[in-house]
């Protein structure tokens, strides 16, 4: 085996923990794997100046954001005098910038534009070329020049993800400097739309034309290309019609099952909505099913369901750099969402984090029995917000290591948790970790960030920490059902120090905070027990 072998291992697993919000932990590996500075290796390097940027982003001290800015910048250059490249030359050029070395920075941009139109073949896509060159330009303040070349790029064949990294970066320069940024919004992605509203819709066309030309008005006004929802007959399945008549992609958030959901709230009114519910789901980019419950009404698979669906307008449109809107249709009852319970729901949770909401006031012009009118509900059961402290390396402690253990993990453990402003309604304290329920995601996430960061200097083991939010049954003996054990399932998968949560705990988050946290993808994986891939999320603040 080479030296240039092992490194070369190392860099996969140093960038897993950096992207799995572990940035301390990636750091001393980075250290621990013994790169210098005099590596062969531009890759060594690029990972270095992408750590350093990571670390000057974290920073909420003025000088030492710049230091690891321009740390970064040292790195990057020793990636390009390796390998010259215009993507190692524009990082150079714009970690100097955020240093502040605004003329260092225009004169290595022009570098960049230089290289660009001179070196031949470039080894990247001709939309990252092309938004290079822009933010080339923008080093320079050339914005007229920059806008221009930006408008070419998108016309490249990119994605909506591609137009979101290039606005991230773009952003983050201006807001560095005098700089605006409003010329940006020209080029975000379309928004994202939570949609709800009452049954109590007629599913004669010319009964609600007026209402169909004001669901039209506010998807134009928006530029809506993303919808996520349920498909209840009247406004839900109207809202999503309209949708599919703009071309927008449509995601169904189902709370039961199809053949149940469609029992219990399509068919039961006129018959074509039946008909136009499977066309919609025929027409829809993603369906899926929150529960699977197949009886009838079931108002904690309907909150799951709603809850995921507002946060999934708003992942969507975090991942694409754009903007989430809430539309509801509700009743002319008094009070801002009229007579419906779950739509009041929906509207408060949407306004509480102060997003853009439209509620369009309509009859009902058909009798709906009321919201909740199902099955008998079982009691205890809910909706929380599941972590599993978990002990990376706790099968290394021998008796001999019992104090130091219970002294440098378990008590920090329990003081973090005494401190809490929200405290988890269950608490296990097992062998391997502690498992804990919360009533919100934003309780749990914060939670998972103070036990993540508690004083833990003489610890012998590592914590990993995961988490998931979905439907459990709680007794006095303890909590039950898959969502209460899916994370200590993933907790062998996730980074030793870092946060790893699922898909709906991230989904459900975002639907209820606006900021103070964030995340990143870490891709899917096959927990300890059950047969389907979960989709994971490091979880850092932001």
């Given amino acids: 085996m080479t030296h240039r072998q092992a490194p070369s291992r190392n860099l996969t697993a140093i960038l897993a923990s950096a992207r799995s919000g572990a940035l301390d932990h990636a750091w001393r590996q980075f250290e621990a794997a013994g790169f210098g500075d005099d590596d062969p290796d531009p890759a060594v390097h690029t990972l270095r100046g992408r750590l350093l940027k990571d670390r000057a982003l974290r920073s909420n001290v003025a000088a030492d954001r710049k230091q690891f800015f321009a740390d970064a910048a040292c790195a990057y250059a020793r990636a390009d005098a390796l390998s010259a490249a215009p993507y190692h030359l524009i990082n150079v050029a714009t970690m100097r910038f955020l240093a502040g070395e605004q003329q260092e920075a225009a004169a290595l941009a022009a570098q960049v534009v230089d290289r660009i139109d001179h070196d031949g073949d470039i080894a990247d896509t001709p939309y990252f070329i092309e938004a290079t060159r822009a933010e080339a330009l923008l080093l320079q303040r050339q914005i007229d020049a920059a806008t221009s070349v930006l408008r070419h790029a998108i016309t490249l064949g990119s994605s909506w993800q ?21 010329w940006l919004d020209e080029f975000r992605p379309p928004a994202s739309l939570h949609f709800a509203g009452h049954l109590g819709v007629a599913a004669d066309d010319d009964a609600h034309a007026t209402l169909t030309t004001q669901i039209d008005d506010v998807l134009s006004a928006h530029n809506v290309g993303f919808g996520f929802g349920a498909l209840a007959a009247g406004s839900d399945i109207l809202i999503a019609e309209r949708l599919i008549a703009r071309g927008a992609e449509l995601h169904v958030m189902l709370p039961m099952s199809r053949n149940a959901f469609r029992a219990a709230s399509v068919e039961p009114w006129a018959e074509n909505w039946a008909e136009r519910f499977e066309a919609c789901l025929d027409a829809a980019e ?21 809850e995921l669906s507002m946060g999934a307008a708003v992942l969507n449109a975090g991942l694409l750099e754009s903007v989430a809107v809430q539309l509801l249709i509700s009743d002319e009852a008094a009070g801002p969402f009229g007579t419906g319970k779950e739509t009041a729901r929906d509207g408060e949770t949407w306004r509480a984090a102060g997003r853009t909401q439209h509620v369009l006031r309509w009859p009902r012009q058909i009798a709906t029995p009321p919201a909740g009118v199902g099955g008998p509900e079982e009691p205890g059961r809910r909706v929380a917000a599941l972590l599993f402290v978990g ?64 004083d833990r200097d003489a610890a012998p083991v590592s914590l990993r920490i995961s988490g998931h939010y979905g439907i459990v049954l709680q007794s006095a003996a303890g909590l039950y059902g898959t969502a209460s054990a899916l994370p200590e399932w ?47 999320y490091a979880l850092m603040e932001g």
């Fill in 162 to 182: 591609d137009h979101a990294v290039t606005l991230r970066q773009l952003n983050l320069i201006c807001e560095a400097s005098d700089l605006p940024c409003g």
């Fill in 286 to 306: 993603s369906v899926r099913e929150a529960s699977d419950v197949t009886g009838r009404y079931d108002s904690v698979a309907n909150t799951l369901a709603s």
């Fill in 490 to 536: 993933i907790d062998p998968i996730t980074q030793p120090g870092g946060i790893f949560v699922s898909g709906d705990f991230a989904t459900a988050l975002f639907g209820r905070v606006t900021s103070g946290y964030r995340t990143e993808f870490a891709g899917e994986h096959l927990p300890m027990r059950g047969n389907a891939p979960v989709a994971l």
């Fill in 391 to 454: 002990f990376a390396g706790i099968e290394q402690v021998g008796d001999a290591d019992t104090g130091q253990f219970v002294e440098g993990t378990i008590a920090p453990i329990e003081a973090a948790l005494s401190c809490l402003p929200h405290p988890p309604f269950h608490i296990s304290r097992q062998s391997a970790g502690f498992a804990l329920a919360f009533d919100t995601p934003e309780d749990a996430a914060f939670a998972a960030l103070r036990l993540r960061d508690a």
